[in-house]
């Protein structure tokens, strides 16, 4: 079983709408869990953090369930400019970061 | 602005040359990282380092070595390129800092080893 497993995708959503990726992790030890953006052909940066009381920026919304081990991030209102792959990331310890392998969306004019 | 630079953007290798990937960064980061990344697979991470002349491995360390000599520079080795190893490089950096967790990548450098 991979660390961290994300559903591949893609998502297909029309502009507007509401979308919701989910990410589990099979560590339990693991300290602190982000989102990630990757355009096509570019580098991965930085979306968000992930806290376990949930956070907010603009129309993207993330959640952590230390529990169940699974982390959410919710697009609400869709933009073109949404359209890439969303990595699910956790660090283990210090700056140990593991990577989920991704998500695609692609939001449809 | 941060910078990360790798490089080639892009590289074609013959099975069983020596391949050297420079990674440098302009942002005084104590932390260097490399990854591959592959369809289905997500970033692995190969080696990283904390310091200079400090290095760690990663997951999949087997075939790469690395260099540090100076704090801005991390260098990738493939010691004899195979073609399992062609895929995209990233290179990364960041701050120790308690809470600073925000990863810099550079643009990739796509290997193809034939």
């Known amino acids: 079983r991979k660390e961290v497993e994300q559903d591949p995708g893609p998502f297909n959503v029309p502009e507007g709408a509401t979308v919701a990726f989910n990410c589990t992790y099979s560590n339990s030890a693991s300290q602190s869990f982000f989102w990630y953006r990757q355009d096509c052909r570019k580098e991965p940066k930085l979306l968000m953090s992930?806290?376990?009381s949930g956070n907010e920026d603009g129309r993207f919304t993330a959640q952590l369930n230390r529990a169940s081990q699974y982390i959410s991030l919710l697009i609400r209102d869709s933009k073109l400019s949404d359209s890439a792959t969303y990595l699910c990331?956790?660090?283990?310890?210090?700056?140990?970061?593991?990577f989920g392998p991704g998500t695609r969306l692609s939001v449809l004019p | 602005d941060v910078k990360v630079t790798q490089s080639s953007r892009y590289l074609v290798k013959r099975t069983g040359e020596k391949v050297f990937l420079e990674c440098v960064q302009d942002?005084?980061?104590?932390?260097m990282f490399w990854y591959r990344q592959d369809p289905g697979l997500g970033l692995r991470l190969i080696y990283f380092s904390y310091d200079v002349k400090m290095k760690e491995k990663g997951d999949i360390p087997e075939g790469y070595s690395v260099s540090r000599e100076k704090k801005e520079r991390f260098s990738l080795i493939l010691e004899s390129a195979s073609t399992n190893q062609t895929s995209m490089y990233l290179c990364?950096?960041?701050?120790?800092?308690?809470?600073?967790?925000?990863?810099?990548f550079g643009p990739g450098t796509r290997l193809t080893v034939t």
């Open positions: 992930v806290y376990s």
């Open positions: 990364a950096s960041s701050l120790p800092r308690r809470g600073k967790y925000e990863q810099y």
């Open positions: 942002m005084d980061h104590e932390n």
């Open positions: 990331v956790v660090i283990r310890y210090g700056q140990n970061f593991v």
